[in-house]
């Protein structure tokens, strides 16, 4: 007699460990106010927001999942889902490694998400969740890109740089996050894909490098990186207009 299939159960890490250096001194990025709320808490609520994810594990900086672990305790957040906070590593890969080794037996696929996209609508979320578990090992929401890109030959800072090619804009795509995986598929990138310099900094790469599919799904404008402080001003009157259109 065959076996049942597992019920799926849906877990996002959040690898919240970095300093953020390009928003400049003072707290982690992932700490910074936005709408008068951390960064952090924006992107955990995010996830939270898809009824499909059961647990959100964020993974602090290696020195703060106590600090970390008081602000989630501090806001209030969805009652339907359980969090966890475990200390991180130096890198990334490593950070987000160590989320995936805290994720109970049951969960079968898994969300990584940048603390850094605390906008990022449900919708997009939930397409993502759903293109898993209808089979893709991989999946990307990403965007059409609204500039042309030029390859060049790399110089020192500020000197002129020679372009030696110019990609087809219509076959690239800018990734956001979440990232959707199949849970064994994402651990096998993890053990296998060797972690050098400063690590990966995309785990659908990752598993392109098993040789593995990964698939692209639409994002959204809204799911954009807050990297600098014009990031942060956007963020800002993005929140504003959701409060005003949604009332919360």
């Known amino acids: 007699m065959s076996e049942e299939p597992r019920p799926h159960r849906t877990a996002a890490v959040i690898p919240a460990a970095g300093r953020g250096v ?16 951390p960064m952090l808490i924006h992107a955990v609520r995010a996830m939270a927001a898809s009824r499909a994810v059961s647990l959100v594990v964020v993974v602090a900086p290696p020195d703060g999942a106590s600090e970390v672990k008081n602000l989630l305790d501090a806001h209030a957040l969805p009652e339907r889902t359980d969090y966890l906070v475990v200390p991180g590593g130096e890198t990334r890969q490593e950070s987000v490694r160590l989320g995936i080794d805290a ?11 940048d603390a850094a996209r605390p906008l990022v609508p449900v919708e997009t979320v939930d397409a993502v969740v759903e293109a898993v578990r209808d089979g893709a090992p991989a999946v990307v929401p990403a965007l059409p890109l609204a500039d042309t890109v030029k390859q060049v030959e790399p110089r ?20 956001q996050t979440p990232q959707g995986f199949d849970r064994a598929t994402l651990e096998r990138a993890h053990r296998t894909v060797p972690r050098v310099g400063e690590g990966a900094t995309d785990c659908a790469g990752m598993v392109e490098r098993l040789g593995a599919p990964v698939v692209v799904v639409p994002g959204h404008e809204e799911a954009f990186k807050v990297t600098r402080p014009l990031d942060l001003v956007l963020a800002e009157a993005v929140l504003a207009r959701r409060r005003l259109t949604d009332g919360f």
Do not use: F, Q
Not at 22 to 37: C, E, I, M, Q, S
Not at 156 to 175: D, N, Y
């Open 156 to 175: 020192e800072k500020g000197e002129p740089e020679p372009v030696v090619a110019t990609p087809e804009r219509s076959l690239l795509r800018a990734v």
């Open 103 to 113: 994720l109970p037996e049951a969960i079968t696929s898994v969300l990584v998400h």
């Open 22 to 37: 390009r928003l400049g001194p003072g707290a982690p990025k992932a700490l910074r106010a936005l709408g008068g709320t």
